[in-house]
């Protein structure tokens, strides 16, 4: 700790042409926020496949519950203690289920949003060299590879990987007795642990870069919203992760130190369990869905050549939710027998938390109405984000009203609910980000055709899975089994059951195109410009890649980000370090006669 | 003056940004979250004594108070001698900055000796946080708690304690001066914080 | 680096008030109020504490507003944290 830096960005200090810093220091340890970010990608990447496969494998057991004559494929690679004779026994199967969540949630779609795009975007759109603590930011990185491996590790032990749910629910959790998992469960607490300690540098760099590091002329009201999104979502993490690393320390305890914080026959509380989780688990959600608000803004505005509509209200309605974020996560606990007033209160907030969606929805909505729209592969995949977030918005609200939530809590109305926020909402807005910034990472084009045949496959099939997942929760089909048809009730949806696992075996494999699009134009994509989306952000003043230090000059930022058909500009854009043109002061207005 | 020039020239102000130094506001933005980390493991020790309160006891009949109260003074002299060290190098006095931060090490080491003496006392009444091998007074939620809570405290004043001795060696080394000692204040920051959470600690630990 | 353009902030009358405090809650908890009391005198007597070291040891009183709206941030949170876990017990 000794250099004091400065309140201001500086200059940067470019080293482009002669960067004589070795293969390791540039690539595998690099304190380089565009370093740091692109490890993130590739590894968020694998783990979103991993994740996939593990999905695959649910639908397949969905599909053929337990049927000899349909063995899971692969099955016979696997010990007899999770797929014995080609059938997936019951706690393999909650080995998947979990581990699907568990990855998902905090191996994929947290890196990709924040692990990415924080890193990536943050200095670049403020004008800034790097991130406040590039030493700091190695760190998180190179933290979350040890809490990957130890994810990874869970798959190999006796007993198999953690199968209580991503919601780690005690008891389960916590008595192997119950589960048959033990060495599996410890390690997943170990590894969210350990993650959460990288998640939160990462949070304090982000904070701080953003608050102290922007590029003269960069007021807060002049920030890109998807910096705005990622600073909301840096505090966000600051402040629930915390709780959960406490609860999971407690879960620890109990799992191997004999400790009984939520084991009920030695006086602890499983409901602790829950507050704790969820105190943090709702702020979560919003982690994982706000990012990809910002990205969607950025890229609609861009797509429709028009500013965004209603800025300072998207502002405001981000800082909103991640404001009542924070009161409402009793709505997943609505069915423990809590006293039915705290209830109620959880479930007003609830329903005010979707006034400033909607409000950002309207917005979007406003910014394309009447534009000058490019259907590019990123505004596609945008425009799907707004629409399956709504859908997945307005099942939330079904979802909590506690009344209607006895009949759909734990059901597969749930399931439909988050994925339709999580797929349709924020891996659409994924596919929409990396596209978009693909060029500024790489120096080469996506390939835009096999980008649109991937986004009309993935729309049409993500609807086809997970649309008729509404019906089968709100008819009684519960999460987390592995076989409905030992339910009388649940027998004659099999074939919707089978059906929808057709559809989701077709949606994986169409990830084969974007899986193939990515790879392919790291090495054959078109090249690209500085700035081929034609857009206003101070990234897309450097070149692509930019140098390390990003910018040769510290850029001066005399607008807002959207000045997208601006009388001001010749073109359809005006970048926001575009220094205005000169033009003569106007003549003062003739003074009226007596006055 | 133009309007173009005009916004130019307003542009080219440096961000005011929060008003202090990125190491000084990172620091704080890293103790918000242990405010939230401790919180949690806070209002679990109060729900847990809430739901079963037979199972704590009075302060003062497991736990040793007096002693317990001491070395919370002693945490307090350390916070003492940590200030004075960081106006010392504020005023550019290199002997007082390391006069005063070797007793503030010499101050934290002596806190978790004493702390670490009553654990080993309160063990050897048979005073532990597991379930399976609980015999003394209170039920196992009490040693659990217990220590859970001075435990992750003593954790962070132990790391404080390490990081205090690298800052230290540094002054020795006269690494910092009057205009540049961010690395004390920082270190002093966190410093008083471990200091504020034992004195919320100590409270509901040991007094209520 | 920001300028000590302050007198230097009176750090021993702050340890005396400390020291005091102190003993003042040890004392407290060893008189006997009745429970409801102890605990709130107690906490009362924390909080100021916790205050005085904020404040003065880590100088807050004399740093831009703006870095109090942030350090006081998570303490709401902390509340309603705290509140929502207890609220199961009514």
Known sequence: MSTVATATAGEAQVHAGHDDRSFIRKYIFSTDHKVIGIQFLFMSLFFLVLGGLLAMGMRWQLAFPSDPAHPLPGGSLLPETMVNAGIVLPEFYNSM??????????FAIMPLLVGVYANYLIPLQIGAPDMAFPRLNMASFWLAVPAAILILAGFFVEGGHAGAGWTSYPPLSVESGYSGVYNGQVLWTLSIIILGFSSLMGAVNYITTVVNMRAPGMTWFRLPLATWALFITAILILLAVPVLTGALILLLFDQVLGTAFYKPDAGGQPLLWQHLFW???????????????????????????????GYKAMVIAMISISFLGWIVWGHHMFQSGMNPLLGASFMASTMVIAVPSAIKTFNWLGTMW??????????????????????GGLSGVFLASTPVDVQLHDTYFVVAHIHYVLFGGSLFAIFAAITFWFPKMFGRMMNETLGKVHFALTFVFFNLVFFPMHRLG?????????????YEHLQAFQPTNRMISMWAFALFAAQLIFAFNFFWSLFRGKKAGPNPWRANTLEWSTPSPPPHGNFATTPVVYRGPYEYSSPESDEDYLPQDRPPAERPTPAPEPVPAGG | MSQAATLALESRQPMPGIGVYNQKFGMWVFLLSEVMFFTGLIGSYIILRFAH??????????????????????????????????????????RGLRRWLLATVLLGAVFLSI??????????????????????????????????????HGAHVTIGVLCMIFVTVKAFRGRYSQADHGGVEVMGLYWHFVDLVWIILFTIVYLI | MEQAEHKQPPYMVVFGALGLLTLIEVGVAFVGLPRIQTIVVLLVLAVWKALLVALYYMHLRFEPRRLWFVVASPLPLAAILVLGVLAEGW
Do not use: C, W
């Open chain 1, 97 to 106: 289920v979990t581990m699907h969540g568990t990855i998902m949630i905090f």
């Open chain 1, 279 to 309: 105190f943090f688990g709702h702020p979560e959600v919003y982690i994982l869905i706000l990012p990809a608000m910002g990205f969607v803004s950025e890229i609609i505005a861009n797509g429709s050549r028009k500013p965004v509509f």
């Open chain 1, 370 to 391: 009447r534009g000058d729209i490019h259907f590019h592969t990123p505004m596609l995949n945008a425009m799907a984000f707004v629409g399956m977030f709504v859908i």
């Open chain 1, 474 to 486: 709100s008819n009684g089909m519960m999460r987390r089994i592995s076989d409905p048809t030992q």
């Open chain 2, 53 to 94: 309160p037979d199972a704590f006891t009075e302060p003062g009949r497991v736990l040793n108070v007096p002693l317990t109260a001491a070395n919370t003074f002693i945490l307090i002299v350390s916070s003492v001698t940590m200030v004075k060290a960081f106006a010392s190098i504020e005023l550019g006095d290199q």
């Open chain 2, 115 to 152: 702390q670490g003496v009553e654990y080993v006392k309160l063990a050897e009444h048979g005073f532990v946080p597991m379930v399976a091998s609980y015999a003394a007074e209170g039920a196992p939620l009490y040693g659990m708690t217990f220590y859970t809570l001075t435990g992750f």
